[in-house]
């Protein structure tokens, strides 16, 4: 009993639990959806939603990472300053944003109208500061490695998102307008709580100081754009889709294997979440080594569970593409002429890369050399971009985008490992070895040492 509990207690456990919750309520909601709403209006949505997660990328990409990586070891008085810093940049980086949406819109009001982003330029500027403070929030729990509140956030916002779902798809039918204006409403809802309990860090604004501003936007001028090549490594395809002749039916049926992606995903962000303080804590106070430990643990770890949910994707692909979207989807699209089938397929191949790619910028970051990992993610952006313009405008294909982005995080992998190489010295075996070791220590843990005790008794007795 003691055991479970510490298990249960464990920062792993507790991040990898609390996406796990998220994600059932995310791709239920997304079902959902996809299955109440036409092809025209589900792409409508899928819009929205993009245009707003590429904003964010941006809004809090200035500061999040540098913020968790300072604040892994700062003393009280440096903490409330860096905390307010990241508060103050924050809403300011919020006002600037939303006064260039509203221009954008009264402007060019008929073109945007006419793009299918009408419902982001009109709703995303609320939103925004609707937003704010619970993701404040998340970024200093993160810092704090405070999983179990991260999760209670998360479980409001999207917990009653996904009840209003529930809500319009068995009992009243509600316009994707008054769904926006719902998703508004359970935004402010989640950052009230937020700013209750104290855990946005509003209250220290008044604490920023020029010296703590400048150190993450330092640091944040290359976490920037790194956080937006990040999102535009998964956004790019959304967005070329949308402005080609394809259309929004087209961005609704790539929609549904990027969705199964984002499942896949979850435990890489879960245990990417654990990594970073970590290995940011470590470099701080000078210890290389458990840098390196760390990095090819996780590495390794998440490498070989990728192989076996990458595997089950491939194999299962028709059963997760009708449980999540319906049986509409499952046959090739009569509008298009696409399969999404083939798509998921093709992605759970990419899936196999994604654990490496990421530790490398995560690594590269917690060292320090967040100007290198953007580097990194400078030449995957040109790359899928190239790619994903090449498959649709030339190949007028769906398949072939998904291509792209196995290739392109292939170039992220050998520059990732190029770059961390220098610094940290490094090989590919390690990454290998450390992830069986884990999973090695983990079954003996499980097993209370039986196993391994046995084994050792067996060659005493050899």
Do not use: H
């Not at 500061?63 to 700062?74: F, P």
């Not at 899928?384 to 190949?395: C, E, K, P, Q, S």
Request: hydrophobic share 50%.
């Amino acid at each position: 009993m003691e055991k479970l509990k510490k298990i249960v207690q464990e920062d792993n456990f507790l991040s990898l639990s609390g996406n796990v919750v998220i994600a059932i309520f995310g791709i239920a909601g997304f079902g959902l959806l996809a299955r109440s709403l036409s092809l025209d209006v589900f792409g409508e949505w899928v819009l929205f939603i993009t245009g707003g997660s590429f904003v964010e990328m941006f809004r809090f990409g200035i500061t999040n990472t540098g913020l968790i990586r300072y604040l892994s070891g700062a003393d009280e008085s440096s903490r409330e300053k860096l905390i307010g810093s990241n508060a103050l940049i924050g809403l300011g980086t919020t006002i600037l944003i939303a006064i260039i949406l509203v221009l954008c819109n009264t402007f060019f009001n008929e073109a945007i109208s006419n793009s299918g982003y009408k419902l982001f330029f009109e709703w995303y500027p609320v939103l925004a500061f609707l937003n704010l403070p619970w993701n404040n929030a998340l970024v200093v729990l993160q810092a704090d490695r405070k999983y179990g509140k991260i999760l209670a956030i998360k479980a409001i916002n999207n917990g009653l998102f996904f009840l209003v779902i529930i809500i319009n798809f068995f009992f009243i039918e509600i316009t994707l307008t008054q769904l926006v204006i719902a998703l508004l409403i359970i935004n402010a809802i989640t950052s009230t709580v937020s700013v209750i309990l104290g855990w946005d860090g509003t209250k220290y604004i008044v604490k920023a100081t020029k010296a703590t501003n400048k150190v993450l936007l330092d640091f944040g001028k290359y976490t920037t754009f790194t956080l937006i090549g990040t999102n535009l490594l998964r956004s790019a395809d959304t967005l070329i889709i949308s402005l080609s002749p394809l259309g929004s039916a087209a961005v609704a049926l790539y929609s549904i294997p990027l969705k199964l992606t984002e499942l896949q995903q979850i435990p890489l962000r879960s245990f990417v979440a654990t990594a970073f303080p970590k290995m940011s804590k470590a470099s701080v106070q000078g210890r290389v080594e458990e840098v390196k430990s760390l990095f090819y643990t996780y590495s390794g770890a998440l490498t070989y569970l990728f192989i076996g949910m990458s595997l089950f994707t491939f194999v299962f692909a028709d059963f997760l593409v009708l449980a999540l979207s319906g049986d509409q989807y499952i046959a090739v699209a009569p509008v298009t002429g696409f399969n999404v089938v083939n798509i998921v397929k093709v992605f759970s191949i990419y899936g196999l890369l994604l654990p490496i790619d990421r530790m490398t910028g995560i690594a590269l970051d917690s060292i320090n050399k967040p100007n290198i990992n953007a580097i990194k993610v400078f030449f995957m952006v040109i790359s899928n971009v190239i790619g994903d313009l090449i498959a649709i405008f030339v190949f007028k294909s769906l398949i072939l985008v998904a291509v792209a982005s196995i290739a392109f995080t292939l170039i992220g992998i050998w520059m990732g490992m190029y770059f961390l190489n220098r610094e940290l010295t490094l090989s590919y075996r390690d990454i290998f070895s450390s992830g069986i070791k884990f999973y090695k220590e983990l079954f003996n843990k499980a097993t209370n040492n039986r196993y391994a005790n046995y084994g050792k008794m067996n060659k005493k007795v050899n």
